[in-house]
């Protein structure tokens, strides 16, 4: 079953437009991750974010079935999604499966040789393999490091045997000894883990930190797999970000900052993702003093100028978070930012929970020229989160004075309480007076601010825009919806006369029976045809 599956979902382009495609590999970017696929006898089930989309094959071909259902009038963006998911996951499975077989095989036999040596005979053969690898000795040490506990910086040593410094005569990393830094980044990588589960902080601090310094500078300067070595600096960094959350002696406590000091203080550190690191985790700790906090930002405010344009914001985040601590020290780096910068820190800052560190920004920002619109919704953003919808409401009414696009502008106020957001119904329609009639009746008809909605109806009087939503308004108010076609039909048959007028009119109430108000069109025939007595087109048109 899985092989039909996955040989099918290998051309998945042929199958969608390109950009549905396109969009759909952008989204599942984001959302891999998260994506959860089960198995069910002929078909699988794959859930993203809110909606669940079953994928099976009839005919030969894959048939994808939504929940909710994707109108048909819209891109397929999420039906792409869990076809590159669901190849995904047959691919690792069958990668997965294959290994496991040779896995199997070699082992047994392995066993089966092993079993039948002597152990002198062994170590014999070991160390004539060790005379052929130059590399045998290190690949040894990394297994069995754990056994030298007596040893200084011995995780350093150890990988400074293959990651020397760069110089004329090595430019590049020999591929022999590439492959060696792989093996040992990878056992490091299993013997971290087994150190944290077991709670060996004392241990693992100096493996974290000779990983995270190596795979930097290895990263910088030689030209190697970029990807692979982020992925390594990333887990490293991530288990040193799971021990600092910890409970740590004060000792400790103090020796973990002095590493981190260490290493944002190494010209060739630039990381990208400020998340997987302790930044945000010891920044608030008591330790944390004022000297060590100028001692971090004097070693980032040089990285600044070197840096290039994408690797300036996790650490313009870092300092925000540190320099918030003290007020003073924020004159001091903030300077060196453009307003765009100050933004995405903002932003940054949000998006990692540092509220201390948001309003101190925000404080110095707050009278910048051409920061207004982005920095009213970055506030009222902030407020949403930590539950002050009053206050975000405030500021998102400041951010709709800039005209952000509809669909942004609804997407951000549909998180409101219902009820307060209908408290603010009437300044919010006002705010929306530079937006066009059909975009304002959008806004107020999904955030259901119905009031407003009649408002802005009654004031224009468009019958396109009322045919729109006059179901909706049926069931919220019936009788404004009759005083509206009565006054509508009314004023229409006074400015415009004949035949055509006429034939309008009819359209008009034959869209009231089709929308259930059968009775009401029937009584505003009788009444036109009083009113209007002297129009005998009317009184003689058949569709009324």
């Known amino acids: 079953m899985e092989s039909s599956f996955l040989q099918k979902l290998l051309f998945l382009e042929s199958i969608f437009n390109e ?55 819209k891109p397929r963006v999420d039906e792409v999604v869990s076809a590159l998911a669901l190849r995904k996951f047959l691919q690792d499975a069958e990668i997965a ?8 095989r070699s082992t047994k036999k392995s066993d089966q040789i092993l079993d039948k040596i002597p152990h002198e005979q062994l170590i014999l053969f070991l160390r004539r393999y060790a005379r052929k690898d130059p590399h045998f000795e290190i690949k040894l040490l990394s297994n069995f490091i754990l056994q030298y506990s007596d040893a200084e910086h011995k995780y350093d040593k150890v990988l400074e045997k293959i990651i020397k410094p760069k110089s004329e005569h090595s430019p590049k990393l020999p591929q022999k000894s590439l492959q060696t830094f792989y093996f040992m980044l990878e056992s490091f990588k299993g013997q971290a883990e087994d150190l944290y589960s077991l709670q060996k902080f004392d241990e693992l601090l100096p493996l974290l930190i000779a990983c995270i310094k190596k795979t930097a500078y290895a990263s910088k300067v030689y030209e190697i797999n970029q990807d692979k070595l982020e992925a390594y600096n990333s887990t490293f ?18 020796s973990v900052l002095n590493h981190i000091v260490e290493i944002v203080t190494l010209s060739y550190y630039f990381p990208k993702k400020i998340t997987n690191s302790a930044y945000h985790t010891l920044y608030k700790h008591p330790l944390l003093d004022k000297a060590n906090i100028v ?52 932003q940054n800052l949000l998006d990692l929970g540092c509220d201390e560190a948001c309003d101190v920004l925000t404080g110095k920002l707050q009278y910048t020229e051409g920061l207004e619109k982005d920095l009213a919704l970055v506030i009222a ?33 549909e998180r409101i309480n219902p009820e307060i957001l209908d408290e603010s119904g009437k300044a919010l329609y006002q705010q929306l007076g530079g937006y066009k009639i059909e975009e304002q009746a959008k806004v107020l008809s999904r955030l259901a601010l119905h009031t407003q909605l009649k408002s802005l109806l009654q004031e224009h009087m468009r019958l396109d825009i009322m045919q729109h939503y006059d179901k909706s308004l049926l069931i ?69």
């Open 381 to 413: 953003e902030k407020e949403l989160r930590i539950g002050n919808e009053k206050s975000a409401i405030k500021h998102y009414l400041k951010w709709i004075n800039y005209k952000p696009k509809v669909f942004e502008l609804i997407k951000r106020l």
């Open 97 to 104: 499966k294959k290994n496991q077989v040779r896995k199997r």
């Open 476 to 544: 919220e108010d019936a009788d404004f919806v009759k005083m509206f076609y009565t006054s509508w039909i009314k004023k229409y048959l006074i400015e415009h006369f004949g035949d055509k007028s006429v034939q309008q009119v009819g359209k008009v109430i034959n869209h009231l029976k089709s929308i259930g108000m059968k009775q009401f069109s029937e009584s505003l025939k009788s009444e036109l045809k009083k009113e209007f007595n002297e129009r005998k087109s009317l009184k003689n048109q058949i569709t009324l």
């Open 295 to 346: 001692e971090i930002l004097d070693a980032l405010k040089l990285k600044f100028a070197r840096s290039e344009k994408i690797g300036r914001l996790p650490l313009q985040t870092t300092a925000a978070m540190l320099a918030s601590r003290y007020a003073s020290t924020c004159e001091t780096y903030f300077e060196y930012w453009n307003n765009q910068e100050h933004i995405h820190v903002l």
């Open 19 to 73: 950009n549905e495609f396109l969009e759909g590999e952008e989204r599942y970017d984001t959302l891999s991750d998260s994506i959860k696929i089960k198995k069910q006898r002929s078909k699988f089930l794959i859930s993203i974010e809110e909606k669940e989309i079953e994928v099976s094959i009839k005919k030969g071909k894959l048939v994808f079935a939504a929940e909710p259902p994707t109108p048909k009038n």
């Open 237 to 254: 960094h991530d288990i040193l970000d799971r021990m600092c959350k910890q409970e740590l002696a004060p000792s400790f406590a103090v």
